[in-house]
């Protein structure tokens, strides 16, 4: 595990933040040894606050008393500060791609989520569109990043079990093997790697959890 | 690569297109600008930026870069010999600089539109209340980002200086149509005397639009908002 002397690394999370997930991908990738504090988003602690006062979300990265937020900001830190075990592509181009797709890629994904009718059908459309494009951004590769996880991986990982999740409680399938067999083929590469695998909470519990905020969602609406 | 490679597609008003374009400049590169039409999008923005069909798209050979902020690291990593850096070289500095640059348009942009459509003058003084907020936030992150030094990325215009200048242009021009004083010194200082060094900037000065035009856009906008909604 790489810790420098004295460098202390603390990441203020909260289990089922898909956003808190990918910093844990990352430091889980350059084998950074971590404290690891979850939050309580309804009674968040002072330190939280104190480290994150523009946003007080999570997750937040403290290194040696400084404070980084927002997820994908802190794994290019991550990637930044500890050189081996690279996540990010070394050409420009690559990595302007990969940081294009890290925030385009979840797209209309939480409005397919949350609307009906008309409304679902549009962001529909809008999803369909992005993984057709992103499927092509797989062809020869088993990961994003080629052989090993990348950065896009990290980034869009939440993919891999929110849009089951989301195809469950909609009732409607989206990345089905046979419409997108590259797609499909990487969810279950990237569920099952080893820097993956371990770190999810169960799959009921993360199940209830997007249920309830659905539910509560839909519940307002109507 | 060899010069003329590089195209742009832009809006003149597009604080995202002038923020490129002023490290574009910054950097000496040459570049052929396409003006784009805001309601028919031609086919090279549709064929390079087919996910959101917005500009910039920076055209380099056959590569096509959409999103602002991504085009300004690829240019900071593709040219990092050219001219003075975009971003700072130390990976928290970086980290900061990139935190604010996404503060600036997660806050300003809603702000922005919002000028556009406020009818009430109760409306009009929350959008005010909200931009003086933001940026009384931004005179604190200026004062740690500079160090002392002329702008947010140091003795040159870098990634977040480009990213918040960018919005002046509308700034200036919402001043003059609510009669409002956003970049007001007793509030920010540092911050206003910022924006003075920043406008006077040679690759500033050639790229953001006069006053006046951002004025004439936006009061037109303003006017095209208020007719759609008396239509329904």
Known sequence: MEEAKGEEVTLFGFWSSPFVHRVIWALNIKKIKYKYVE?????????LLEHNPVYKKVPVLVYNGIAIADSLI??????????ENSIMPQDPYEKAVARFWATAAGDGLWQFFITEGKEREEALTSVINNFELLEKELIGKNFFGGDRIGYLDISVGWISYGVPIFEEITEFKIITEQKFPLLHAWMEAFSNSEFVKDTLPPREKLSERYRNVWEAIMQKKN | MAEG????????????????????????????????????KSELLLKHNPVHKKVPVLIHGDRAICESL?????????????????????????????????????????LLIDTLKAETEEAKAEIIAGVHAVLEMLEGAFKKCSAGKSFFGGDSIGYLDVTLGSYLAWI???????????????KIPSLTEWGN???AADCVKKVLPSVERVEALARMLIAKEKSSRLAN
Not at chain 2, 77 to 99: H, K, M, Q
Not at chain 2, 178 to 186: F, N, Q, R, V, Y
């Open chain 2, 197 to 199: 060094r920043f406008l």
């Open chain 1, 39 to 47: 939050e309580d988003l309804c009674d968040k602690s002072a330190l």
């Open chain 2, 5 to 40: 490679e590089l195209k742009l597609l832009g809006l003149w008003g597009s604080q995202f297109v002038n923020r490129v374009r002023m490290i574009l400049e910054q950097k000496g590169l040459s570049y052929e600008y396409f003006e784009e039409n805001f309601v028919n």
């Open chain 2, 70 to 110: 991504v085009i300004l690291q690829y240019i900071d990593e593709n040219w990092s010999g050219t001219g003075p850096p975009v971003l700072p070289a130390n990976p928290y500095d970086r980290a900061i600089a990139r935190f604010w640059a996404a503060y600036v348009d997660d806050k300003l942009l809603p």
């Open chain 2, 172 to 186: 200036r021009a919402e001043e003059r149509i609510s009669g409002a004083k956003l970049l007001d010194e007793t």
């Open chain 1, 74 to 83: 802190i794994v290019e830190f991550i990637e930044e500060t500890w050189k």
